[in-house]
């Protein structure tokens, strides 16, 4: 597979991903919007285009040389043992959502990565634009921290391809506005971050904002004890106290913010 096959099937699955939601967002979101939809649409649809294409550009072919390199010379913890292969993709994908993991808490706990992360979390309501939602900065940061986990572990390209592929889909799922039956959530809840658990991560409220860190899978907030679940969804409001007003939060405002006073 070639870095222009791996980049197709990722663009697919993201712009799929991204209609499915979109369509059934409409027909029955879980909250009405409170500020212009069409202006949070115009901030996080340009970051995103402008994060995939210099994204792409600087980190694609080195990521699948890396994937190459560490398959050819059997390099990385995974490849000390010899094991059935499903067993590799499904550890591939449970060590890189793990270290996700990890750099999302990273980026709530240390000021100078939360000043490129309070980009994602400015967003005054959730839908699932908010998952494209990212300072070019905090995925240029991510993408050396990607491939580095890659070497250490040893990943291969088809243990990757299906942890992306996830981690796209499961974010659009946990950012998306919809209403799901509180037995799923519950259940999903268990293993799986379900839109509820993320809506956490999305409040005003600082206490409840550095919860609730996975990306695909839960466990690692419940094993480390970030997980918060017990908070009324309807009283959750949306955003950073400081940034609440849209007009404030338009496609430039978001570039520059960083490297505006640091900010809680
Ligand atoms: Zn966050």
């Not at 870095?3 to 991903?17: C, K, N, Q, T």
């Not at 942890?163 to 809840?189: C, D, N």
């Not at 419940?222 to 609440?244: E, M, N, P, S």
Request: glycine share 4%; proline share 2%.
């Amino acid at each position: 597979m070639s870095v222009a096959d791996a980049s197709m099937i990722r663009f697919l699955l993201f712009a799929g991903g991204l209609i499915l939601f979109l369509i059934i967002e409409a027909i029955n979101p879980y909250r009405k919007s409170t500020v212009s939809k069409t202006d949070r649409w115009l901030s996080n649809i340009s970051l995103a285009a402008l994060n995939a294409v210099i994204i792409n550009l600087i980190f694609a072919a080195s990521i699948v040389y890396t994937i190459s390199y560490v398959t050819a010379n059997k390099l990385g913890i995974l490849n000390i043992f010899e094991l059935p292969y499903g067993i590799k993709i499904l550890a591939t994908v449970i060590a890189m959502d793990f270290v996700l993991y990890v750099w999302h808490l990273l980026n709530h706990e240390v000021m100078f990565l939360w000043r490129f992360h309070i980009v994602h979390h400015s967003d005054l309501n959730m839908d699932v634009t908010t998952a494209t939602r990212f300072h070019i900065i905090e995925l240029f940061f991510g993408s050396i921290i990607k491939i580095i986990t890659i070497y250490i572990i040893g990943a291969d390209l088809l243990g990757i391809l299906i942890f992306e592929s996830t981690v796209t889909l499961a974010t659009q799922f946990h950012h998306s506005s919809l209403k799901i039956p509180g037995w799923f959530e519950s259940v999903f809840w268990y293993l799986f971050v379900p839109p509820s658990m993320h809506r956490i991560h999305h409040s005003v409220v600082i206490k409840e904002r550095n919860t609730n860190y996975g990306v695909i899978f839960s466990i690692w907030d419940r094993l480390i004890g970030t997980l918060l679940t017990k908070i009324h969804q309807d009283k959750i409001r949306i955003g950073v106290g400081a940034y609440t007003k849209q007009e404030k939060l338009k496609f430039l405002n978001l570039l520059v913010m960083p490297f505006k006073g640091s900010v809680r």
